[in-house]
C-alpha cells in the first residue's frame, strides 16, 4: 500500500504570494491532519479534515487554510505569505478509528522557504 | 500543539549502547505513538501503543504506555549508527493529538 505522498516536496516563494500543498492519503484513510515543522517551535498542528470537513483547528490565523476532497485528497492554502511561514508542511492520514485506537502517518512533507 | 514533555532533549552515545527516552504528561491519552524523523523528512511511525500497561518491542526499540495513561517510554537497545535522528512522541485522546519536542539521537561509531 503506498504512503502518504505530498507534492511538491520543495517550493520557494516571496512574501505577500500565496501557496497550494497537496496531500494524498494512504488508500482507505479519511482523516487528513496538517502540521508547520519549525525548529523552534516543533510540530504545530494546523488542523485536521474528516469526509470533507474540518473536524479540529489549531492556532493559526485565517490565512492558513484547507479543504479536504470526495476521494479524502486534501490541500493547505496559505494566502499572504510572510517570512515566517518557512517550514517544513506535513501532512499525516489516519484510519480516523473510534475509542482512540487511531494512528497516523506522516508524508514526507513540503519544504516551503518564504523570501 | 507541542504539549508534552520529552526527555532528554539530546543524546550523544556510543554505538552499541542502550538509549532510554520518555514522555510525560498531566493529562491522559488512549494511544502513544513514537516516531523517528531523519532531516527533511517526514516523521516514520515506530510504535504504537493502545492500551495502559502495554509493552512493545519493534525489533531493537521497546516502548511502554505507562499505566497512569500519563506518561511512555522509549528504548533502543544496542544502538547503530543509522538510529541517528530526531525521536518523537506523541499522545493522543479522541480527536486531540500532542507532540513532544523531540529527542536527538546522536550515535559515535
Known amino acids: 500500500k503506498a504512503g502518504v505522498t505530498q507534492t511538491p516536496r520543495y517550493l520557494i516563494k516571496t512574501r505577500g504570494q500565496q501557496v497550494t500543498l497537496s496531500c494524498s492519503p494512504i488508500s482507505g484513510h479519511r482523516s487528513v491532519s496538517w502540521y508547520q515543522q519549525t525548529p523552534g517551535q516543533g510540530l504545530q498542528f494546523l488542523f485536521e479534515y474528516f469526509s470533507e470537513t474540518q473536524r479540529n483547528k489549531g492556532n493559526f490565523p485565517g490565512r492558513f487554510s484547507g479543504r479536504q476532497f470526495s476521494n479524502s485528497r486534501s490541500e493547505m492554502n496559505v494566502s499572504t505569505l510572510e517570512l515566517g511561514d518557512s517550514a517544513l508542511y506535513l501532512c499525516?492520514?489516519?484510519?480516523?478509528?473510534?475509542?482512540?485506537?487511531?494512528?497516523?502517518?506522516f508524508g514526507p512533507g513540503t519544504r516551503l522557504t518564504v523570501l | 500543539g507541542q504539549q508534552l514533555n520529552q526527555s532528554p532533549q539530546s543524546m550523544f552515545i556510543q554505538e552499541g549502547e542502550d538509549v532510554s527516552m520518555n514522555c510525560t504528561s498531566s493529562?491522559?491519552?488512549?494511544?502513544w505513538l513514537w516516531y523517528k524523523q531523519d532531516p527533511g523528512e517526514g516523521p516514520v511511525l515506530l510504535i504504537a501503543?493502545?492500551?495502559?500497561?502495554e509493552l512493545t518491542s519493534n525489533g531493537r526499540l521497546t516502548a511502554q504506555f505507562g499505566i497512569t495513561r500519563k506518561d511512555s517510554f522509549l528504548n533502543i537497545s544496542a544502538s547503530i549508527p543509522s538510529d541517528v535522528g530526531i525521536y518523537f512522541c506523541a499522545g493522543q485522546y479522541n480527536n486531540d493529538m500532542r507532540f513532544g519536542a523531540g529527542t536527538r539521537l546522536t550515535v559515535k561509531p
Open positions: 493529562s491522559i491519552f488512549n494511544t
Open positions: 501503543l493502545y492500551k495502559a500497561g
Open positions: 499525516a492520514s489516519s484510519l480516523a478509528r473510534r475509542g482512540g485506537r487511531d494512528t497516523q502517518y
